[in-house]
Nanobody, 129 residues
Framework: GVQLVESGGGSVQAGGSLRLSCVASENTDTRFVVAWFRQTPEKEREGVAAIFAQPAGSTVYADSVKGRFTISRDTAKNVIYLQLNSAKPEDSAVYYC?????????????????????WGQGTQVTVSS
């Protein structure tokens, strides 16, 4: 099955930028919806962004990151990115990449943790004020 490996986490000052990468072991472009989630010790894992299968490639974002985060795909490299801009201390968390088999262009459940069965190991992001 598909395996996911995240990288790119680290420390950044408030207002700064970071790009997270999620490398998939096989092409996910046309058969999977891929999402980024984040979790802190105080909060449950929450969905922040998702990208649907090609050709639609629709995206959806949590309100807390809309306008600051961008999810994208590099088809040739089987990589899904999460660009974090205008980072805030409350963005600090372990970020996880997840995938679910779904070739459709849209689904209302795209940011629900329970809908995803394939997960990466996570990468830590720390935003200092």
């Amino acid at each position: 099955g598909v395996q996911l490996v995240e990288s790119g986490g680290g420390s950044v000052q408030a207002g700064g930028s970071l790009r997270l990468s999620c490398v998939a072991s096989e092409n996910t472009d046309t058969r999977f919806v891929v999402a980024w989630f984040r979790q802190t010790p105080e909060k449950e894992r929450e969905g922040v962004a998702a990208i649907f299968a090609q050709p639609a490639g629709s995206t959806v974002y949590a309100d807390s990151v809309k306008g600051r985060f961008t999810i994208s795909r590099d088809t040739a490299k089987n990589v899904i990115y999460l660009q974090l801009n205008s980072a805030k201390p409350e963005d600090s968390a372990v970020y996880y990449c997840a995938a679910a088999p779904f070739p459709g262009a849209w689904a209302s459940w795209a940011l629900l943790r329970s809908e995803y069965t394939i997960w990466g190991q996570g990468t830590q992001v720390t935003v200092s004020s």
